[in-house]
């Protein structure tokens, strides 16, 4: 059965890279409308010739005709090298290539904190605050939310069930944006207990200094961000179990005697185990792309703010990379899905095989 299901695996592996292949190069095509993407391209390589040549004492021997004439054929070299000289479609799967490999090229007009201009310098340098906010909250929101809802599954109807019911609903039918502003407005202007944002409140010379600064400036959004969405888990989470509960080998294990931790542990957490992992995998993933408005309000210097920013200064360049590194992680989280659901689920590896 592992080796039929190893095979499914392979084919599921090959079809998802296709989807990532064609998902990147529509991408592409549609962003190089009207040759935006070779006009920048061909701005960029004009700017490095020329940031070159200045700094070139021989160039600055030369007669102007001499310079203008050095400068027009370095340009033409590079253009060859870049490959704008070949055809659309030529250029267009050198694009695809480069951006398959994650070599993004150089933002437009946003940089990173150390002055670079290379789009996988900035993205990186703005993922780890993203996950630091997002992905940490994700996990605690999904961890609460799932006690939650096992326990709402368990006591099914009770008041505490119905109390926490309300509370789900509260806690997510608003945005976390929503809810910042208030946070905003109690725990920093009116309590003055957190920061209203931002990442520090200054400049650090040193990790005893900084950690503590950063983990100030954290708490409120990370709060925040977790009671917007523990309500979503735990909801979720009830009904999943609860439609497990009622299942008939469920009712035939209990009968047996089997100790209740054991039934809830084998015959009822372990079914329900599937969806939940999906909704934990796709969590984890939209975590690391930030949140635009969420990080607007807290001042948090996310991919989310990064994508803002962007959008504003139209960067088609910084804008393609964080589509190409989020196409990434969708299909590695997807292919590693499969996988868990295999190990997970042995109705999975029939029906694969």
């Known amino acids: 059965m592992w080796k039929a299901y190893g095979k499914h695996l392979a084919k599921r592996g090959i079809f998802l890279f296709l989807t990532l292949v064609i998902a990147t190069y529509a991408t592409i095509v549609i962003a190089n409308l009207g040759g935006y993407v070779d006009g920048i ?11 070159y040549l200045a700094r070139s004492p021989t160039f600055r021997e030369l007669s102007p005709e001499e310079q203008e004439a050095r400068r ?5 070299e590079y253009i060859k090298a870049a490959g704008l000289d070949k055809p659309f479609i030529q250029r267009s799967f050198i694009y695809l290539w480069r951006a398959l490999t994650l070599n993004l090229g150089r933002a437009m007009h946003l940089r990173s904190a150390s002055g670079s201009s290379k789009v996988y310098d900035i993205i990186l340098e703005r993922l780890p605050w993203s996950m630091l906010l997002f992905t940490t909250g994700t996990i605690i929101e999904a961890v609460i939310g799932i006690l939650l809802g096992v326990n709402m599954a368990k006591r099914a109807l009770s008041k505490f069930d119905r109390a926490m019911i309300v509370a789900s609903i509260i806690s997510y039918t608003a945005p976390p944006w929503f809810y910042g502003i208030l946070a905003i407005l109690l725990f920093s202007f009116q309590l003055g207990l957190f920061p209203p944002g931002g990442l520090v409140s200054r400049p650090h010379e040193s990790w005893t200094t900084f950690l503590p600064d950063l983990l100030h400036h954290l708490a409120l959004p990370l709060m925040v961000w977790v009671l917007s969405f523990f309500g979503y888990w ?4 009830r009904n999943l179990v609860l439609e497990t509960l009622h299942q008939d080998y469920v009712m035939a294990a209990r009968a047996k005697g089997l100790p209740e931790r054991v039934v809830m542990r084998r015959y009822v957490l372990r079914p329900a185990a599937p969806p939940i992992v999906t909704m934990i995998a796709l969590a984890l993933i939209a975590s690391w792309m930030g949140a635009i408005i969420t990080e607007a309000v807290f001042g948090w210097p996310g991919l989310g703010s990064l994508y803002n920013d962007a959008v504003w200064s139209m960067d088609a360049p910084v804008l393609i990379g964080l589509t190409v590194m989020y196409a990434y992680l969708l299909v590695l989280t997807v292919f590693i899905l499969d996988i868990i659901y295999g190990i997970l689920d042995p109705r999975v590896r029939t029906v694969g095989a």
């Open 234 to 237: 735990a909801y979720i989470t």
């Open 41 to 51: 391209l061909r701005r960029q390589i004009e700017f490095e010739v020329s940031q």
């Open 72 to 76: 027009r054929e370095l340009i033409e």
